[in-house]
């Protein structure tokens, strides 16, 4: 779940989010700009090359950090 426009998610979001396991980010940016931000994610990529795939995962399991990325649900 993405909150736009910065501040604190209230209690009842955290808890609601941690409950149900989805991760919260907060940004400082308008629900419309971050929208057009995040709308290449969207865009399908296919992924038929299996050393892609590798590389793609090594990079998530280096540069993703779970830890911080979990608490920012509670």
Do not use: C, W
Request: hydrophobic share 50%; charged share 20%; no cysteine.
């Amino acid at each position: 779940m993405v909150l736009t426009e910065g501040g604190e998610p209230t209690g009842y979001i955290k808890a609601e989010a941690l409950e149900r396991g989805v991760p919260v980010m907060v940004v400082e940016a308008k629900t419309l700009e971050t929208a057009d931000a995040l709308a290449p994610l969207l865009d399908p990529a296919p992924a038929h090359n299996l050393a892609k795939i590798q590389v793609f995962a090594r990079q998530i399991a280096q540069y993703l950090d779970l830890g911080q990325l979990a608490a920012l649900t509670s």
